[in-house]
């Protein structure tokens, strides 16, 4: 099986503008969560979803946002892009319905950088 | 919420020799406990689980055990080789994942 899938792998971008990412998860797999991990944080959740719903959401602010389509790939976007943005945002997904459920596969991430 | 506490940061040991890395969590609820490796590069990588039923765990040179009174959980590595270099996270599950802060494992040969 194939798995978790991230495009691109590197972007650039400057400050103020926005970035979409995209994540294809394992087949089979329903479930996909969000992270970001940077040097001074970590890792940090930044939401699930199952059945294109929004099932968590972690503590970021609302220039965050994601979505799940009905064949489960999902996309994450960062509007008004910040310096501090820069990370690697990082996809996994699940079979179960939830992150508490299944064990959760990651893929090798997307590294933003924010100019 | 959740809070995941991972120590040491760093860890060096010797080819052959044992590692341990601890992990502390705060939610008594939290019921689900894996352990992730993560190489230069890539994703983080599933090493070992533990559920809250269980005390300890063995997969080969790996190994996870258990204290729910205590809220702590210790990954452990025997006869560790150079390929074992990497960083390790430990987690934690209630409403989501709750990662501690990694290791650095290095392994001289």
């Known amino acids: 099986k194939a798995g978790v899938t991230q495009t691109p792998r590197y972007l650039i971008k400057t400050r103020g503008q926005q970035v979409t990412l995209s994540c294809s998860p394992i087949?089979?797999?329903?479930?996909v969560s969000w992270y970001q991990q940077t040097p001074g944080q970590g890792l940090q959740f930044l939401f699930e979803?199952?059945?294109?719903?929004?099932?968590n959401k972690g503590n970021f602010p609302g220039r965050f946002s994601g979505r799940q389509f009905s064949n489960s790939r999902s996309e994450m976007n960062v509007s008004t892009l910040e310096l501090g943005d820069s990370a690697l945002y990082l996809c996994?997904?699940?079979?179960?319905?939830?992150?508490?459920?299944?064990?959760?596969?990651f893929g090798p991430g997307t590294r933003l950088l924010v100019l | 919420g959740e809070n995941v506490e991972q120590h040491p940061s760093t860890l060096s040991v010797q080819e052959g020799d044992s590692a341990v890395i601890k992990c502390t969590y705060s939610?008594?609820?939290?019921?689900?406990f894996p352990w992730y490796k993560q190489e230069l590069g890539k994703g983080p990588q599933l090493i070992i689980d533990?559920?809250?039923?269980?005390g300890e765990k063995k997969d080969q040179r790996i190994a996870v055990t258990l204290n729910k009174t205590a809220k702590h959980f210790s990954l452990h590595i025997t006869e560790t080789q150079p390929e074992d270099s990497a960083v390790y996270f430990c987690?934690?599950?209630?409403?989501?994942?709750?990662f501690g802060a990694g290791t650095r494992l290095t392994v001289k040969p």
């Open positions: 996994a997904s699940s079979a179960g319905t939830s992150v508490r459920q299944e064990t959760q596969y």
């Open positions: 087949s089979g797999h329903r479930s």
């Open positions: 979803y199952f059945s294109e719903t929004q099932r």
């Open positions: 939610d008594s609820a939290s019921n689900y």
């Open positions: 533990i559920r809250s039923n269980v």
């Open positions: 987690a934690a599950i209630l409403n989501d994942m709750r």
